[in-house]
């Protein structure tokens, strides 16, 4: 579903990716660990079709996205790390909103069994999104990417700043995203939170994907040691 073949990508002097190649399978959890200026974003670019590669191939289902941005966009879902709904509105009023957007109509209790899918609790759908906490946004977020049936996930840095227990929720509700068919890329810098969700973990540095490691296979703290052996 996501595939990357030799790609790089410079910003002037600078090697965002360098011969960079990964093959993400429907029904995936990828995490891509790296520090920040690793090129985790450059990529999540590149398959939302922002920018083009300077060389090699990029596609997801099938489709160039820089080529075909439209086409490729009505089957990808973007969770940035802060997601911009708007305050004002209830998170039922966003889902609508942006579910209308995309041509897509639902009734309001289509729209409430999505957020109730995605983990917000049926108290907080009529509450101004102002009144949220961030976790709930990320919620929100990604019941307009459910509702819109999109096939692949792009979250960037999707945990950070979650306090324990949203983060756990957040982990919980990827991998049920996963088990019905969604293919996920996560990009991130939190160890312990990729540890705990991903299937696959691939360590990214100075524009290189340097390792790619079963998650079931490595203990939090192996995980630890290598990514830490691989980045200095």
Do not use: W
């Not at 820089?66 to 790390?81: N, S, V």
């Not at 709904?85 to 409430?112: C, I, P």
């Not at 306090?163 to 929720?169: H, M, Q, R, V």
Request: hydrophobic share 40%.
């Amino acid at each position: 579903m996501i595939s990357l073949n030799s790609v790089s990508k410079q910003f002037n002097k600078h090697l965002a990716l360098d011969n960079f190649s990964l093959e993400i399978p429907e029904g995936e959890i990828f995490a891509l660990l790296g520090p920040n200026g690793a090129g985790k974003t450059t990529t999540i670019n590149l398959l939302l079709g922002f920018i083009s590669p300077d060389s090699g191939t990029v596609a997801v289902g099938g489709i160039e996205p820089f080529l075909h941005p439209t086409e490729a966009r009505k089957i990808i879902g973007y969770i940035p790390e802060n997601v911009n709904l708007y305050s004002q509105l209830t998170g039922l009023e966003n889902l609508k909103y942006f579910t209308q957007l995309a041509n897509s109509k639902y009734s309001n209790d289509d729209l409430r069994h999505f957020l109730a899918t995605c983990g917000l609790q049926k108290s907080a759908m009529d509450r101004p999104l102002g009144t949220y906490s961030k976790g709930m946004r990320q919620k929100v977020g990604i019941a307009i990417a459910y509702a819109k049936k999109s096939k692949i996930l792009l979250m960037d840095e999707p945990a950070s700043g979650l306090d324990p227990l949203a983060s756990k929720e957040l982990s919980d509700l990827i991998r049920k995203l996963a088990k019905m068919g969604t293919t996920i890329l996560m990009a991130s810098h939190d160890l312990f939170r990729v540890k705990e969700t991903a299937d696959r973990i691939g360590i990214i540095h100075q524009g290189k994907l340097l390792k790619s490691l079963q998650a079931a296979e490595v203990t939090a703290n192996d995980l630890e040691e290598i990514y830490l052996g691989t980045i200095v």
